[in-house]
C-alpha cells in the first residue's frame, strides 16, 4: 500500500509541469502579441523551457515505475 502512495506522489510532478509549461505558454503569447518582430527569440525559450518542465514530469513517472517494480 505504502508504494502505491509513494508511486502516486511521484507521479504528481506532472500536474506542477502542466501548470508551468501552460504558464509558460501564455505569457510568450502575450509577449509575442506585445512584439512580434521578437517572435523568434520568444519562440526558442519557450521551447527550452518548456522541454526542461517537461522532463521533471518524466523523471516523476520514471521514479514511480522503480518505485512499482523494485518494490
Given at each position: 500500500?505504502?508504494?502505491?502512495?509513494?508511486?502516486?506522489i511521484?507521479?504528481?510532478?506532472?500536474?506542477?509541469?502542466?501548470?508551468?509549461?501552460?504558464?509558460?505558454t501564455a505569457?510568450?503569447?502575450e509577449?509575442i502579441?506585445r512584439?512580434?518582430?521578437?517572435?523568434?527569440?520568444?519562440?526558442?525559450?519557450?521551447?527550452?523551457?518548456?522541454?526542461?518542465a517537461?522532463?521533471?514530469?518524466?523523471?516523476?513517472?520514471?521514479i514511480a515505475?522503480?518505485?512499482?517494480?523494485?518494490?
Open positions: 500500500m505504502g508504494v502505491a502512495i509513494g508511486a502516486a511521484a507521479v504528481l510532478t506532472g500536474i506542477g509541469a502542466g501548470f508551468g509549461i501552460g504558464h509558460a505569457k510568450a503569447t509577449a502579441a512584439q512580434p518582430e521578437a517572435a523568434g527569440a520568444i519562440n526558442k525559450a519557450l521551447l527550452l523551457g518548456c522541454a526542461l517537461e522532463a521533471t514530469a518524466i523523471y516523476g513517472f520514471v515505475l522503480m518505485m512499482i517494480i523494485m518494490k
